[in-house]
C-alpha cells in the first residue's frame, strides 16, 4: 500500500500554544491511519512511519545547517555516510 500519514494537528495533550510533542504527533497520525483502514490489515506500516519521518527529519536537519553534512551527521549522531546514504535515498542530495 502505497500511502502516507497525515500531519499532526492539534494535539489534546499540547498545553497552551506550545507544539505537541513529537511522539504525540506521530502517535495521532498513526492512530487516524489505522482508524482509516478499519478492518484490513497495514502493509510495512514499520516502514511507511520511518519513510514519513526521516525524509523531513533529515531534510530540515539539513537545512538547519545549511547544507552541512559533516554538522548535520553529529547532531543526528550518526555516521556522515550513513547521512550522504539517506539523502540520497529520499531524493534531498
Do not use: W
Request: glycine residues 6%; charged residues 25%; hydrophobic residues 40%.
Amino acid at each position: 500500500m502505497n500511502a502516507r500519514l497525515a500531519v499532526c494537528e492539534d494535539s489534546p495533550v499540547a498545553i497552551s500554544h506550545a507544539q505537541p510533542a513529537l511522539r504525540e504527533c506521530v502517535g495521532q497520525a498513526v492512530r487516524r491511519y489505522l482508524a482509516d483502514l478499519g478492518d484490513h490489515t497495514p502493509d510495512e506500516l514499520y516502514d511507511l512511519v520511518l519513510r514519513e519521518v526521516e525524509a523531513p527529519l533529515f531534510g530540515e536537519v539539513m537545512r538547519h545547517y545549511q547544507g552541512n553534512q559533516s554538522r548535520a551527521a553529529e547532531a543526528l549522531g550518526i555516521n556522515r555516510a550513513t547521512l550522504r546514504k539517506k539523502l540520497k535515498q529520499y531524493g534531498l542530495a
